[in-house]
Each structure stands twice: as C-alpha cells, then as structure tokens.
C-alpha cells in the first residue's frame, strides 16, 4: 500500500504551476467522440481518472494517443456501437458523460452505473429527465443504463435541481439532435462552460453556458479541434489553502483569477494576504487566522469541491467556524480523520461547527475521497510531527504530481513504497 508520509512545519515557498481542470478533462474527452474528425487535447491533467476514461474510450475503439506530457489526441473515426460495461467505469463518476456522448452519437448508449467518490446519494434522475424530453426511453437492468431514441429532438429541459452533470450529459445529447434545446436552471460552473466551448470550437451552436440558461441548436457534422482546457480552479485553491494553513509564501501560477473568487474572498476574511495577477495568484500570511464561516453553493458560491480543504484550515483559527455543507448529504466523513490529529470539531447532518485549536499533532490518517485526502495533507503539512496518509489512489485521482509540487515548495514530505518521483503520463494513459 502506498503512502504519503509528512512531517509539520515547514512554510511552504516558491512557485506552483497549476494543471489543466479535472472536471473539464473529464467531460472533454467523453464529448470528442461527437467529433467526426480527430481533436488534440491541450493542457490535459496527469491524474489517474484521464487514464481510466482513457482505457475506457479504448474499450470502444477510441484511440487515445499521447503527443506529450500535456496533450493527447483522440480519434473516434472507428468507435464502435457497444455497451461500456467494464469495471473501469465503476471506479470513475465522470463516465456517466458517455451516456450523453453515446446517444448524441448513436441514438442510443448503454453504460454502467458509475462510481467514484462516496459522500452521498448522487442520483441520476436529472440525467435521464432530460434524456426523456429529447425523446429517449430509458431503464436501468442489472447495474447498467440503457438508452435510446429512434430520433433525438430539440425541447425544453427544465431541472429540478442544479445539476452540473446533468447539464454536460444534457448538452451531449442535445448538440446533434434535431431542432433547439432550452437548458433551464442549468450549472454555471467553469467546466461547463469549457465544454461548451470545446464543442462550440468544433462547429457545435451553444450559447448561453455560464448563465442559468444554455441554448443548443442542433448541428450535423463537428468537426476535429485543437482545444486547451482551463486550469484547475481546485487544485489551484488546495495550494492556496496550503500555503495559508503554514503561514507561507507561495505564487500559483496558471490560473484564472476569476474561477478563484469565492476562495479568494474567504482565505482574505481569515487574514491571508492575495496578490492578484493576471495568470497568477500569491498567497501569504503573516498573522493569525481568524476564524469564518462557510456555505458552499454551487458556482459562483463557495465550491463544494474546496471545503474539505478549507475545513482543515478553519481547524487552526481563532475562534468558532461554521461550515454548511449546501451540496452533498455526506461530505464530512473526514473529519473523524482531522479529529485525531487534535481537531476540535462537531457534525450535526450538514453543519459542522469547528473550534480552533492552537495546533495540530501528527498521526496515522486514511484518505476517504479525493479531497478528504487533500484536507489531510494540509492538516499534515501544518502540524507538528509525522503524518501518514494512506488510501492516496484517492488523492490522485485529482492532483497531478502533488508530492513533488509540495516538495519542489519546501514541504517535507515523501511517498513511501514507490518513492516520491512525478507521475509520467505516458505510464498513466
């Protein structure tokens, strides 16, 4: 079993540079087999979830070829008319993207129920309500959901609920179906928006991603594209919390200031000092943290994916902190984690209410999720003594290279049974 082993202490300082978004890789590279040509992927994440999307594409007759560390090309000209039932999709939420892919292709998808993280009920309902008003039939038989339509149609899609895959799976199989299609109370999440404009890049008709309403007109044909992915808003707000929690000095570089808004606002109301540049951020701190309270919210509020993270920080400040966790029903099953490490913090449902403490004490920890794990990095790299993380498949699911980004920041920190050396993403893909 792999782990990571920290010892507290050290400020972190210097320059990180920021990969290309988890969240947007992942609806990308489902959405390219649209194309009828070959598209070039830039600024793609070295994480393991590229790599399991990936073998899945493959398992299709997609081929996935790495041009360099940072970009791949996909070729959907041979994909094949089957359903995607490996146990590969069960370890990976994203692949539920080529349910929308599949039938916007084919008319028809069948794929397994996906997996991923587990920190609540995550339904798909939303999903298959819009594949229904498309003009799909669906069900789901012995893990598997089976869709089809003997012809997609534009129409109204209104959704109960803010759901940022059921608007990507939505727009997937609205972008060649017959006719206009309404998005109404749609996610306005960055990713979404990056999807649209990949697909728009290759001849797609979308407008209005970013807004709570998204119009699609159908198209015939898309085209093959050279496309960049946007920065990671969350790997770039974990090292800006990192850089807080250790009273550090730390310059993020390659980001969208914008997409950092809502992390920026409240690592200032706890006393950090940002500088805001045009492709970067730096982040220090000299005084205290103060404590503050946290809802998060879907985009532009305070991300779900960030409060992990920004909950093991709240764990060092002055004072009482509130969390509300405003998304997911489950989400704080790390803290019991946190606690043994001597944090001072009670759950009731979705509210927890941290009181900070003066340190926090090195101790054997388990990675619950992704970014439970990278909560407990941070608690790591802020306490004093050792801190050993294992289950670290989770963290890397997310965080391209994160032992030596922390390391190449002065962390003391080293991955044991394989050592600490960067992850190539030739192995990875």
Avoid at 32 to 45: A, F, G, Q, T, Y
Avoid at 216 to 223: A, E, H, P
Avoid at 239 to 247: K, L, R
Avoid at 271 to 289: A, D, F, Q, Y
């Amino acid at each position: 079993m792999e782990k990571f082993v920290i010892t507290g202490g050290n400020a972190l300082r210097g320059r990180v540079k920021i990969g290309g978004a988890k969240n947007a890789a992942l609806a990308i590279m489902p959405a390219s087999i649209l194309s009828d040509e070959v598209c070039r992927i830039k600024n793609i994440p070295n994480i393991s979830d590229v790599s399991l999307i990936s073998k899945i594409l493959a398992e299709i007759n997609v081929k996935v070829r790495i041009l360099n560390k940072t970009t791949i090309e996909i070729d959907p000209r041979n994909i094949i008319k089957k359903p995607v039932s490996c146990d590969i999709v069960r370890r990976v939420r994203a692949s539920y993207y080529l349910l929308g892919a599949l039938l916007g292709k084919f008319s028809e998808a069948s794929v397994s129920l996906p997996g991923g993280c587990n920190f609540g009920v995550r339904p798909i309902d939303q999903h298959l309500k819009g594949f229904a008003r498309l003009g799909a039939e669906y069900n789901i038989d012995s893990g598997v959901i089976n869709v089809r339509s003997k012809k997609l149609s534009g129409n109204n899609v209104y959704f109960d609920v803010v759901s940022v895959g059921a608007t990507i799976n939505i727009i997937l199989a609205s972008v060649k179906a017959d006719g206009l299609t309404v998005l109404e109370n749609a996610a306005k999440e960055p990713h979404v928006v990056d999807l649209a404009n990949f697909l728009n890049s290759m001849g797609a008709d979308i407008r209005g991603a970013g807004t709570d309403v998204i119009k699609v007109r159908g198209v015939k044909y898309l085209k093959g594209t050279s496309y960049s992915i946007i920065p990671d808003q969350i790997e770039a707000g974990t090292y800006m919390v990192a850089a807080a929690a250790t009273g550090g000095d730390v310059t993020i570089e390659n980001i969208t200031p914008k997409h950092l808004e809502a992390i920026k606002s409240k690592l200032e109301e706890m006393g950090t000092i940002i500088e805001e540049h045009e492709e970067s951020v730096n982040v220090t701190r000299k005084t205290p943290l103060k404590r503050c309270n946290i809802k998060t919210m879907p985009h532009p509020g305070f991300p779900t994916d960030m409060q992990p993270q920004i909950s093991s920080l709240l764990c060092l400040a002055d004072g009482t902190s509130i969390v509300n966790e405003g998304v997911w029903d489950n989400r704080f099953r790390y803290v019991e984690e946190l606690k043994r490490m001597g944090a001072n913090i009670s759950v009731d449902g979705k509210i927890a209410v941290i009181e900070g403490v003066k340190k926090l004490t090195g101790t054997p920890t388990k990675a619950m999720d992704l970014r439970a794990g990278a909560a407990l990095i941070i608690a790591g790299l802020a306490a004093s003594g050792e801190t050993v993380i294992e289950n670290i498949e989770h963290i890397e699911r997310g965080y391209e290279n994160i032992c030596q980004k922390l390391l190449n920041l002065g962390a003391n920190i080293r991955r044991i049974s394989e050592g600490c050396e960067p992850l190539n993403v030739a192995r990875v893909l």
